[in-house]
């Protein structure tokens, strides 16, 4: 069981939040988290080098210069990869990296992460985290007063708060998302997580439904 300090905007302790990061994933599997990682990395590729083939290139068709008799070495079209401005002999196509792990697997890897981030101290609380509208000083204020000045951030909230995100989104170093959103890249990027106990709330409640189906 872990016990974790709720701290309010200006950085006082206003509580302590009790969780247990085998509620959330029994063990930590590396090589799970490590796979996860990986297939959202790989998704994230564009794929979309490209060169030119021999017959993609412009130049003419016609040869260079007869068979025999000139004492060179036979030679065809100009666009022949071993000549200059001639295509690659071996092209370089647009491809798709993107694969997809099991849902199951993807979802397991999630809770895994935020577990670590527990275990590691790496979670910060706040019992509320909420604007009137969007405040980007206030919001750093916010982020100084917990120690998470400069430090790269995921900032998880319970439901989608369009001004908390219009807040945090000229913060460089800083990113937001809905518990609903995390996956394992975002959880483990940055060095610490910022989340609110409605956040934990909900993450608790969801790694239980998954785990009773299980």
Not at 48 to 73: D, L
Not at 111 to 131: C, K, Q, Y
Request: overall charge positive; cysteine-free; aromatic content about 4%.
């Amino acid at each position: 069981m872990s016990t974790l300090t709720i701290y309010d905007r200006t950085g006082k302790k206003v509580g302590k939040y009790e969780i247990d990061p085998a509620d959330l994933a029994p063990r930590i599997n590396k090589q799970l988290l490590h796979d996860a990682v990986v297939m959202y990395q790989a998704n994230k590729r564009l794929g979309s080098a490209k060169t030119k083939t021999r017959s993609e290139v412009s130049g003419s068709t016609k040869k260079m210069y007869r068979q025999k008799g000139t004492g060179n070495a036979r030679a065809g079209s100009r666009r022949s990869g071993i000549r200059r401005g001639g295509g690659h002999i071996h092209a370089i196509k647009p491809r798709d990296f993107s694969y997809r792990l099991p849902r199951k697997a993807v979802q397991l890897a999630t809770r895994m992460a935020i577990a670590s981030r527990i275990i590691d101290e790496e979670i910060v609380v706040i019992d509320d985290l909420t604007f009137d509208k969007p405040q980007t000083a206030e919001m750093a204020g916010i982020l100084r007063a917990l120690g998470l000045d400069g430090t790269t951030t995921l900032v998880a909230t319970e439901g989608h708060e369009p001004n908390v995100y219009k807040s945090i989104r000229n913060i460089p170093g800083v990113t937001v998302s809905t518990v609903s959103d995390l996956n394992a890249l975002s959880v483990l990027s940055p060095r610490k997580m910022l989340v609110t106990t409605g956040a934990l709330d909900r993450t608790k409640e969801k790694a239980a439904a998954r785990l009773a189906v299980a």
